[in-house]
């Protein structure tokens, strides 16, 4: 009864959002190509005092493909996940986004979420957990995280401890995985003095090796709201020199960048709530390889928009982002609309 009355009461707060979008690509290197999907986003989600859910259904249709049945089959869950408690004491269980770490591209602690330096705010699918939060007081807080694989040793799982000092949100986590060996000792701190700062740090014992990784940053926002931000970024399971990479560990979904060192500017301005331009960088400070993402967003209405932009690869033969992408650059032009 009392699980029926809960259901019910689920039901009648249910809040529907999502968006639809299309996204081609106009690629060059030899030669031109188009490719890109259509995507689209169904989210329903309840938020009660003590307890809530959350559902969202991804659909991504690539352009060379019309079967429907295809559809139909690439229907993923990307959040299917039930919370309980109030906000200082709460579990949340199942298929959801985790936040880990604070940087804002590169993210030493942030296991769970492979680095997108094209889109850091890309809608990411969820991943199974289990995650408890418990509050201190006003300003300290632990949470807990369990993800859990075939096997408990090779599940993951993780504590952090939140707190403030001297006016700065300080962390302190520890994350463990028994098979394959991984245990990750890490720290953050973010503020804000005349600019916001972050930084974030995480130190890997491995079965082969143990390394570090450090992430770095400062953002400002100048008159008439230009906003500039820098982000550098040490990656010591990385190589130093480029004859040493290993591109099918990229293939293979086992790293996302394979150099040392990286920076990662933007520079854009928001005076125009319809009208924002920004110009990001990611440069290989080893190779001295970098891509260029300038890009245009205008809004057409309140729940839609229009984004216009290039991805240009630029280093010499061997460096890292020349090889990364069989094209040489990108022209896009994506529609997006909200509901």
């Known amino acids: 009864m009392i699980f029926f009355s809960l259901a019910l009461t689920i039901a009648t707060q249910i809040d529907i959002s999502g968006y639809v979008e299309?996204?081609?690509?106009?690629?060059?290197?030899?030669?031109?190509?188009?490719?890109?999907?259509?995507?689209?986003w169904l989210e329903f989600k309840t938020d009660g005092l003590k307890y809530g859910s959350h559902l969202a259904l991804d659909l991504i249709i690539p352009y060379d493909t019309t079967a429907f049945n295809y559809a139909i089959d690439n229907v993923t869950?990307?959040?299917?996940?039930?919370?309980?408690?109030?906000e200082n004491l709460r579990i949340i269980a199942g298929k959801q986004r985790l936040y880990w770490g604070v940087a804002r591209v590169f993210r030493p602690l942030d296991v769970f979420n492979p680095i997108n330096f094209f889109e850091p705010g890309y809608e990411r699918p969820g991943s199974n957990a289990l995650l408890g939060y418990v509050a201190l007081g006003s300003l300290t807080s632990i949470r807990g995280i369990f993800v859990p694989e075939y096997t408990l040793r090779e599940s993951f799982s993780g504590v952090r401890l939140g707190s403030n000092f001297l006016e700065n949100d300080v962390g302190l986590n520890t994350m463990h995985r028994a098979e394959p060996k991984k245990t990750i000792l890490g720290a953050e701190i973010t503020g804000e003095l005349e600019v916001g700062y972050w930084g974030e740090f995480s130190y890997t014992w491995e079965d082969t090796f143990d390394y570090a990784k450090v992430s770095i940053g400062i953002d400002y926002t100048f008159p008439f709201m230009v906003y500039t931000m820098f982000e550098y970024f040490f990656d010591g399971s990385g190589v130093s020199n480029s004859d040493d990479y290993d591109f099918?560990?990229?293939?293979?979904g086992e790293r996302v960048t394979l150099a040392q060192n990286y920076f990662y500017v933007a520079i854009g301005s928001s005076y125009n709530p319809f009208f924002r331009p920004v110009m990001n960088a990611v440069i290989n400070m080893n190779d001295k390889g970098f891509i260029l993402i300038p890009q245009l967003s205008y809004a057409i209405f309140e729940n839609a928009e229009i984004t216009a932009g290039m991805n240009i690869f630029i280093g010499s033969d061997e460096s890292e982002?020349?090889?990364?992408?069989?094209?040489?650059?990108?022209?896009?032009v994506w529609a997006k609309i909200y509901f």
């Open 321 to 332: 982002f020349k090889n990364i992408t069989p094209y040489d650059g990108a022209v896009y």
């Open 77 to 86: 869950i990307s959040r299917l996940a039930l919370w309980l408690g109030p």
């Open 248 to 252: 099918t560990k990229i293939i293979r």
């Open 22 to 40: 299309t996204r081609p690509y106009l690629l060059w290197n030899d030669s031109l190509r188009i490719s890109g999907y259509n995507r689209g």
